[in-house]
């Protein structure tokens, strides 16, 4: 098989400099009869931080120890060889799924993992130890399997081709009706775009109806379409292009409290169990454009709406009970009690009560032009 | 908004022609004082043939009829006014999903559905009229709300930009490490290619390793990421292709009952309860490349694999004793004994149990050699 062209040098230097320094430190206290250990973050929940200003779930300083001893030489043992296959994958430039990985220590004897739960830990052990210098799971080069989402617009992508290295460029603006299907890394990746900003939509048919219209030429921006919660190569896409082409990211998703604290949740500030990632994968400046509570009466939906079913309110109650981002947020207390009191949801389709074109003819432009207006 | 520019003239001709006789007759039986009646397909399991030389599950000539009574009234109202929602999504070059019919007819007053479930059945009647006049759904102008999966390889889609009219071209061997997302109706795209084969693929991480490693370039072949159970879309995508272009379809899952009975089975012969469809979605012409039973074997995968779950064997004999496709087939009942035999499942990531590469430069090549060997 052909050698694959390397990512960005500096990328991949960084995260073998830091592979190699571990186990030089391990190799080390061996040939000083000293026995090795190695840190990791502890990655609970009691050890998560949420601060308003950086805006993401953030992992605490509290760490765990993983010394050699008769009773930890396996998973000591396993935790070398997954950064020694990681090192040889960014050598190659390839890569790996979590059932890969899974599946490549079948070949280690008596170190081999038993379920891919002990490799996906042992795995996510590695990934928060290398946060703390900076480095994602991508840049271990292990990826996740699901897909990454759906682009179209002013945008064109700047990518390689994996073989020769060559500059290949894609221009969102030119698929059709069809779009660009997000890869699992998007490290390499960068952008050109005279966009003025992003739009993450939560459903597929929202996407393709934005699309098919155009929607994006004439409002002058990107859209992306989550379909439900954000994937990982979802959400990293959406922060590097927001970073480095400095656009405001705008959320179009169901006025449901699965909407509110699971998908443009988990998109803004990440989630609590994998705060070691969010710094990587969230996108603290998105904005919430609606479906808002307050969108149901502005825009007369009333009568397109659904009841609440208890699970929703739990959900509701929990998030203003337990959830550090919408508690810190004044703005998104209301917006959930002022749900709670209407005892009722509404989807972005329900806009289709007013007629197909309706949430581009009328209630994207009337939204857009009060960006201050977004909940937070 | 912006008109679209129609779709292939023929297509919109066919499907307002339909909609207009019905709706003529039902005119023409009020103005001679009798009561109107619609015919539909029953689309019960009972209705369902499998013809080994056509490939599908097909739906049988058992009509229902919905004669205008007090009872019926509501009903035969949302089914005209369903058709003309159609009719008039023909004529604007738009579409609608499943749930924004649901809440157009938010705005019909008396005949507003109650919930989803009355205008997906009603849809799904009109559905299975139209098909009998060789219509599909995206014909009618109802899409899908389901991700279309992904796409990469030799091949060169000719798509339309909406607005304009204008031919583009997407080339899907130029799109780096991402891939073209297909798009909710393919019914308009025309292709280019030199490829020799499409590589129907279960998982996203298998599509992205092929992709990476460019491995449609060397193999000549274009390869689409199914993600499970193929979506309508990625169905028809295969199919459309397949047929113009005169390419065979092989497919690469997990050796499993799921995979065998669900993901292959509905990418062929679609699914029994939506045999309306299948005429439009299934791939006759796919075979099974594996990974097979056999493949277990051939390629040194005991130690990789896992014990069937007692769903998976219930699932086996389901299909041995009940599946008209699999009852027909005497090389399928022998692999999925084969299987039950074993007592294992091997998931097609479990081939980098050989290392990473193992499954580009061993297992597919194999494999491709003796595509005679294919399950049927």
């Not at 931080?49 to 765990?64: I, N, P, Q, S, V």
């Not at 290949?168 to 030119?174: G, L, T």
Request: proline share 5%.
């Amino acid at each position: 098989m052909k050698k694959n062209v390397p990512q960005a040098a500096h990328t991949t230097d960084k995260t073998i400099a830091l592979i190699d320094s571990i186990a030089a430190q391990v190799r080390a206290d061996i040939e000083v009869g000293k026995l090795p250990d190695l840190k990791f973050p502890v990655r609970a929940l009691d050890n998560v931080t949420y601060d308003k200003r950086k805006g993401y779930f953030e992992l605490g300083a509290a760490e765990k120890e993983r010394t050699l001893t008769v009773t930890t030489a396996r998973s000591f043992a396993q935790t070398l060889r997954l950064m020694a296959t990681s090192r040889t994958m960014v050598e190659h430039d390839d890569f790996a799924t979590k059932r890969e990985v899974y599946y490549i220590s079948k070949n280690w004897g008596d170190c081999r993992f038993d379920d891919q739960a002990e490799s996906d830990a042992t795995m996510d052990d590695i990934e928060a130890m290398a946060s703390m210098h900076g480095l994602s799971r991508e840049q271990l080069r292990f990826y996740p399997e699901s897909h990454g989402g759906s682009v179209a617009g002013r945008l064109t992508v700047v990518d390689r081709n994996p073989l020769s290295g060559a500059t290949v460029e894609i221009d969102c603006a030119n698929l059709g009706s069809g779009a660009y299907s997000i890869p699992r890394s998007v490290e390499h990746l960068s952008f050109r775009t005279d966009a003025q900003f992003v739009l993450a939509i939560e459903t597929g048919g929202m996407f393709q109806r934005l699309n098919n219209h155009r929607f994006w030429e004439t409002a002058r921006c990107i859209i992306v379409e989550m379909g439900g919660v954000p994937t990982r190569a979802t959400r990293r896409f959406i922060r590097v292009l927001s970073d480095t082409q400095n656009l405001p990211v705008y959320c179009f998703v169901d006025c449901d409290p699965y909407g509110f604290t699971n998908i443009y949740r988990t998109l803004k500030v990440g989630s609590g169990n994998a705060a070691h990632v969010n710094r990587f994968l969230c996108v603290p400046q998105a904005h919430f454009l609606g479906v808002t509570p307050q969108d149901i009466v502005d825009f007369g939906l009333e009568d397109a709406t659904h009841p609440l079913s208890p699970r929703d309110i739990k959900r509701a109650q929990d998030a203003l009970e337990n959830d550090p981002f919408i508690m810190a947020h004044p703005e998104w207390i209301a917006a959930i009690k002022e749900l709670l009191a209407m005892g009722v949801r509404a989807e972005q389709q329900a806009l289709a009560k007013w007629g197909l074109d309706y949430v581009i003819s009328e209630y994207l432009p009337k939204k857009l032009a009060n960006t201050g207006r977004f909940l937070p």
